[in-house]
């Protein structure tokens, strides 16, 4: 049996959500072995397509976009994203508050250098969208894991974020709705985070990126519209809400007090500069996606295609003898709970790998996520159902005799 060393590190940068459980199922493809792919949240090869009027919206504007804009993108688009901004009463917010990029990932990058010395501190959620840690630990910053509760409904435990802030800590991270376990936090939870970093001076970063893609009537709460008097910056964009994740369209805007943040925000503006400007013909379509049809309403409605999927997998994980899962609200994700004991489990990315090569099904183990114990997994529900279940298939017959050595 092969097995792994677990230090894909660039110096102290783990990143295993694409590592080397990924890299064998790459080789396996390269050799005509067909792959169930459970693990990538890029909807265009599951069948989802862009609203037909945001293609040919870039289309059109492809002739006017040959050059590059305004670092912070172009006008347009801007006062699309700070009229957004409004319609979240998000406070404070001009266009000069607004800032595009390739994608939410860059700007992520971007704001994590942009922040953090040698040594200081930033609370990031476990389970995570494990690209924060590595561009904070990348930036220099010590990444301090806070948990968010599975019993809870993975909502964050406020009395752990409490307990780990010290003088040291510069900010939270806020993953709402969340990736990789789909909740969506209420309001109170929303508000005792703004209640300690209002008490201790953090910032806020708050990725919404899946703020649209809610299900069963949940609504969400921007955390920066809960926090006038904090410095926060909302990270969103179009690429899973239009199913565009290759156009890499994304955004984040500064909001709340300012003045505490006259350097921080000199330093954005330096790196974003540095780089120019985002893709201008993905800018161009800004204004027609958030002020056109909301397709992606169609998606997770009570008969909606995703909301459906969504069921099927919820109700075959919890069949599975040793496999639990809390239903998510949001986005295309779930995080099911593996019994160790019944499967002694104690190397979860080795499970993957065995899964991997007996059943030809990949997914992300949970401490891909930064979750510190070895008994969750990441199960991407885009694919149609005749596929999950298939997958599902594939892992309950694999469950019923494994026993890791």
């Known amino acids: 049996m092969q097995t792994f060393n677990k230090s894909r590190k660039l110096d102290n940068v783990l990143y295993d959500v694409r590592g080397p459980v990924v890299e064998e199922a790459d080789r396996m493809i390269a050799q005509g072995v067909e792959v169930l792919k459970l693990n990538i949240g890029n909807p265009a090869p599951f069948g989802f397509r862009a609203p037909e009027e945001v293609v040919q919206d870039m289309a059109m504007n492809l002739r006017d976009s040959e050059g590059?804009?305004?670092?912070?993108?172009?006008?347009a688009a801007r006062?699309?994203?700070?009229q957004y901004a409004q319609n979240l009463n998000i406070p404070d917010v001009t266009m000069n508050d607004i800032y595009t990029g390739n994608g939410v990932s860059e700007l992520i990058n971007l704001s994590m250098s942009a922040l953090l010395d040698d040594g200081d501190e930033i609370l990031i959620p476990a389970p995570d969208y494990p690209l924060w840690t590595a561009c904070a630990t990348l930036a220099g910053g010590k990444v301090v894991h806070y948990l968010c509760d599975e019993q809870a409904e993975w909502n964050p435990d406020l009395a752990d974020i409490e307990k780990k802030v010290n003088d040291r800590t510069k900010a939270i991270v806020v993953i709402n709705p969340n990736n990789p376990t789909g909740a969506v936090y209420p309001k109170e939870i929303l508000e005792g985070i703004v209640k300690i970093a209002r008490e201790h001076g953090l910032i806020i970063f708050a990725d919404e990126i899946y703020d649209r893609l809610l299900m069963d009537g949940y609504t969400h709460t921007s955390i920066a519209s809960l926090a006038p008097d904090c410095f926060c910056v909302t990270f969103s964009g179009l690429s899973k809400s239009h199913m565009i994740a290759g156009f890499r369209v994304g955004w984040m805007i500064l909001s709340g007090n300012k003045e505490i943040a006259k350097d921080y925000i000199e330093g954005i503006k330096m790196l974003s500069s540095m780089r120019l400007c985002s893709n201008v013909p993905a800018q161009s379509i800004v204004q027609t996606a958030l002020g056109g049809t909301q397709s992606v309403k169609?998606?997770?409605n009570a008969t909606g295609r995703v909301t459906k999927q969504?069921?099927?997998?919820?109700?075959k994980i919890n069949s599975i003898p040793g496999l639990s899962v809390v239903k998510p609200k949001a986005a295309f994700y779930c995080f099911p709970k593996l019994d160790v004991e019944k499967f002694n489990i104690h190397d979860d990315m080795q499970f993957a790998y065995d899964l991997l090569r007996k059943e030809h099904v990949l997914l992300v183990q949970g401490?891909?996520?930064?979750w510190p114990n070895p008994d969750h997994f990441r199960i991407v529900y885009l694919p149609r159902?005749?596929?999950?279940?298939e997958a599902m298939d594939k892992i309950e017959h694999f469950l019923a005799s494994y026993r890791q050595a």
Not at 68 to 75: N, Q
Not at 385 to 389: I, K
């Open 68 to 75: 590059y804009s305004d670092s912070k993108g172009i006008w």
């Open 310 to 315: 969504r069921d099927f997998i919820v109700e």
């Open 367 to 370: 401490t891909g996520f930064n």
């Open 298 to 300: 169609t998606y997770v």
């Open 385 to 389: 159902r005749a596929v999950l279940g």
């Open 79 to 82: 006062k699309a994203i700070m």
